[in-house]
């Protein structure tokens, strides 16, 4: 007999053949080094937008190691396949690309101010999905609309028409694709 899935039936089996898969094939310690460091990744983001927060700005060592920060998490998503922290983590980066290469100074102050709303948002997003991971759960499979979200900032801070295709000039790279349902699609904190 034939049973059809929604999509989240479909998304939540797949994640528990996955930990299943990693589990069956002693690749437990991966998974667990994989949690242990992206939530110290993500604790040690916090502290810093909390504390850049206070200030109002930046530093530049503090955008660079938000740039290094989302270059990991994006690489060892994307090597553990979990599509929605590896597409969200890979469009902060190449946002902090951009900040990085024209310096943090060429936002003017209700730009840092989006910014942060913005970075505490992507942290809220990558911790939820984190905590699917954890809990066995399926990923969120379409994080389109806040990939969008930061595409259009980059964008805007960097002048592009919004017009333009998803690509901002040799700041942008391939745009990681998936799914249906965008979880970190939420207000400001």
């Known amino acids: 007999m034939f049973y059809a899935l929604d999509t989240a039936e479909y998304a939540a089996t797949i994640i528990k053949r996955q930990v299943v898969f990693i589990m069956d094939n002693g690749m437990e310690g991966m998974l667990d080094t994989y949690l242990f460091?992206?939530?110290?990744?993500?604790?040690?983001?916090?502290?810093?937008?909390?504390?850049?927060?206070?200030?109002?700005?930046?530093?530049?060592?503090?955008?660079?190691?938000?740039?290094?920060?989302?270059?990991?998490?994006?690489?060892?998503?994307?090597?553990m396949e979990f599509g929605s922290l590896a597409s969200?983590?890979?469009?902060?980066?190449?946002?902090?690309?951009?900040?990085?290469?024209?310096?943090?100074?060429?936002?003017?102050?209700?730009?840092?101010k989006e910014l942060f709303n913005l970075m505490f948002r992507s942290e809220d997003c990558l911790r939820g999905q984190v905590e699917k991971v954890e809990n066995g759960e399926a990923l969120d499979t379409d994080m389109d609309s806040f990939?969008?979200?930061?595409?259009?900032?980059?964008?805007?801070i960097s002048g592009?028409?919004?017009?333009?295709?998803?690509?901002?000039?040799?700041?942008r790279r391939t745009v990681f694709r998936a799914g249906q349902s965008d979880a970190c699609d939420q207000s400001p904190r």
Request: charged share 35%; aromatic share 8%.
């Open 37 to 79: 460091e992206t939530n110290s990744l993500l604790d040690q983001l916090d502290e810093m937008l909390v504390k850049d927060e206070k200030i109002g700005d930046f530093s530049s060592d503090d955008v660079n190691e938000i740039f290094r920060i989302m270059h990991t998490i994006k690489g060892s998503s994307a090597m």
């Open 147 to 156: 990939a969008s979200e930061i595409n259009q900032f980059l964008k805007k």
């Open 88 to 112: 969200i983590a890979h469009h902060i980066e190449d946002l902090f690309f951009y900040i990085r290469d024209k310096g943090i100074d060429s936002l003017d102050p209700d730009h840092k």
């Open 160 to 171: 592009a028409a919004s017009d333009e295709p998803e690509t901002v000039g040799r700041w």
